[in-house]
């Protein structure tokens, strides 16, 4: 509502110095005609000081008014363009606090491209509308609510020959405007699959260097940077008519201005002054009706935006509880008849899985890549429901417990380890907003990482590159590892966890796992029997089916999958250790 107010005053003080040059323009030539009348005469000096003064004060009066209309404009943006300012401000807050409640199945499903996009490019064609549009398009229903009836009243024909151009001017704006929109959208995508080249190929030097393929790189690039150049030089020539239709447009009206008007000045019914100040609002009203053709444009955009926006907004998340329950958690686990099949591919990846572990105990799940042991990781976080069967937590069903609870009473090593662009000390702390340096440290020694990283410079403070480049593959792992036993969590979980390591930093880490899994049950996830043993009860996955079950020493004796595997990865490390030595 200020906005409006500071937008009415605004266009005020913009129409009134057009009056005042009327009046100026006038007061010259009927003082000039005087002047000459008393050419020589005494009064030749009086009457030249009263008109010069004249003169002054109506640009003292020009300048005042500009000045006066330059505030009220600044107030008009500090209103219009701040209040969507801050719409983007909240609209980004609330997709972002929105995309954090929903479950892992709907990044799955939706690229991280299209999920920023909504974030960053969508949210600001809304702000474009609340701003902006809003802003201009104000400005022209006012002005033309102020501005039409007084030329109007001032000249029937001429305020109508002064505005037929503009309709043109319009929807020629509108049409180029479009083509502008389609070819910066082509060259958005084309800068994203620029960008994603680049960042990939950066990702992957060392990868690029060990193949020697960097000038096929260099020769990719070169091909993708031509289409986004063809692409921008196409967008320049249709950037290069905007201007001259305005111009065109503007100088269409002014003529039919000058040459009615002349007329009419000659026929007495209006004045030189008037011919001046028609001029005036003609360029007055050139903007706010170019700005016609880009508002509806912007509000097309927007439109289109936000039902982008809205489609995110209205995703619901399924994973929730009516009990919300947040009790102590022990740690007594049960998996009742389990099956899950994955949405989107339709692959079953858990069929009919039942098992019991004890609170304090630890349960081994060995099988191939595609087995189903991550969907189990999966389910006990809940980061999935299960389709038939229980999963229960200490007599309870899962979906009894809040979600978020269930998740900080967890401690999770995901077989892909994510590190953040932040110190070591501060992505080993990550899972708690209350856990001390001591307990960093003393995670990182449980973890076999506290002499590597007491060798580095910074040590602790050793701030990660993306996705923790700094650091070795093993070093990665090990830093996810006390992440999740910092926490001092009730369960624990390794998803192939020491799969990075080699085989002596695994025997030294599960030596230390002994001593952590002590009064927490923990569930060792892993394609390596070395990482089984450390469990009490051992089950074999194939397909999602439990086919072996038992400790270590009962599974050697029953001479089946478990023993083949166990064979093998003996003889694979038998021969490595001879080829070493």
């Not at 719409?87 to 990044?107: A, C, G, I, M, R």
């Not at 039902?307 to 740690?331: H, P, Y």
Request: aromatic share 10%; proline share 2%.
């Amino acid at each position: 509502m200020l906005g409006v107010l500071f937008t009415i005053f605004t266009i005020i003080f913009q129409i009134l110095p057009a009056q005042v040059v009327r009046y100026s323009l006038d007061l010259v030539i009927e003082n000039i005609s005087l002047y000459k009348l008393f050419d020589g005469a005494e009064l030749e000096s009086t009457i030249y000081s009263h008109f010069a003064s004249g003169i002054v004060i109506f640009a003292l009066i020009i300048l005042s008014l500009a000045l006066i209309r330059g505030l009220f404009l600044f107030f008009v943006r500090q209103t219009i363009i701040v209040m969507s300012r801050l719409v983007e401000f909240d609209l980004k807050n609330e997709v972002y606090e929105h995309y954090q409640t929903l479950p892992l199945s709907f990044y799955r499903k939706n690229n991280t491209g299209d999920i920023m996009n909504r974030i960053s490019e969508d949210v600001s064609r809304v702000r474009m509308y609340v701003g902006p549009s809003i802003m201009y398009g104000l400005n022209l229903i006012i002005l033309f609510l102020i501005l039409i009836p007084y030329m109007l009243s001032v000249n029937l024909e001429l305020t109508l020959y002064a505005l037929l151009p503009l309709p043109l001017l319009s929807f020629s704006i509108y049409y180029v405007n479009n083509i502008i929109n389609k070819r910066s959208e082509a060259i958005q995508k084309s800068q994203s699959n620029l960008s994603t080249f680049v960042q990939e190929a950066f990702s992957g030097i060392r990868v690029l260097k060990s193949y020697v393929r960097e000038k096929d790189s260099l020769k990719s690039f070169t091909e993708s940077s031509d289409v986004y150049k063809n692409k921008s030089l196409k967008l320049t020539q249709v950037n290069a008519l905007f201007f001259p239709i305005i111009m065109a447009m503007i100088g269409l009206s002014t003529i039919l201005v000058i040459y009615i008007g002349g007329k009419q000045v000659i026929g007495g019914s209006i004045s030189y002054g008037n011919i001046a100040e028609f001029i005036i609002y003609v360029n007055m009203l050139t903007w706010p009706v170019t700005a016609l053709g880009w508002i509806t444009s912007i509000i097309q955009r927007a439109a289109a935006s936000q039902m982008r926006i809205n489609e995110f907004l209205k995703e619901k998340n399924d994973i929730t509880s009516e009990v919300n329950s947040t009790d102590e958690i022990q740690g007594d686990i049960d998996f009742n008849d389990v099956t899950f099949t994955y949405p989107e591919s339709g692959i079953t990846a858990i069929k009919d899985f039942s098992i019991h572990v004890e609170a304090g105990d630890s349960l081994a799940i060995i099988g191939t890549t595609g087995s189903g042991k991550s969907t189990i990781a999966n389910l006990l976080t809940r980061m999935f429901d299960v389709d038939k069967g229980v999963i229960k937590i200490d007599g309870k069903p899962i979906e009894d417990y809040n979600p978020a609870w269930l998740r900080s009473q967890t401690g999770y090593v995901p077989q892909e380890v994510f590190l953040f662009s932040d110190t070591i000390a501060n992505n080993i702390a990550f899972g708690s907003d209350d856990i001390s340096l001591e307990k960093v440290h003393q995670a990182a020694k449980d973890a076999d990482l506290y002499e590597n990283l007491m060798e580095f410079p910074n040590q602790f403070d050793t701030v990660l590159g993306e996705r923790g480049i700094t650091l070795s593959g093993g070093q990665k792992q090990r830093v996810s590892i006390a992440r999740a036993i910092a926490r001092d969590p009730k369960i624990l979980i390794l998803d192939d966890a020491l799969s990075a390591v080699d085989t002596k930093t695994e025997h030294i880490i599960l030596n230390s796992m002994k001593r952590i899994m002590e009064g927490r049950t923990s569930i060792i996830i892993s394609h390596r029997v070395s990482s089984a043993k450390l469990a009490n009860t051992i089950v074999v996955l194939n397909e999602g089916e439990i086919i072996e079950k038992g400790t270590h020493e009962e599974l050697m004796n029953k001479c089946g999958t478990y023993q083949a595997l166990y064979n093998k990865q003996l003889e694979a490390k038998e021969i490595l250790e001879s080829n070493s030595g």
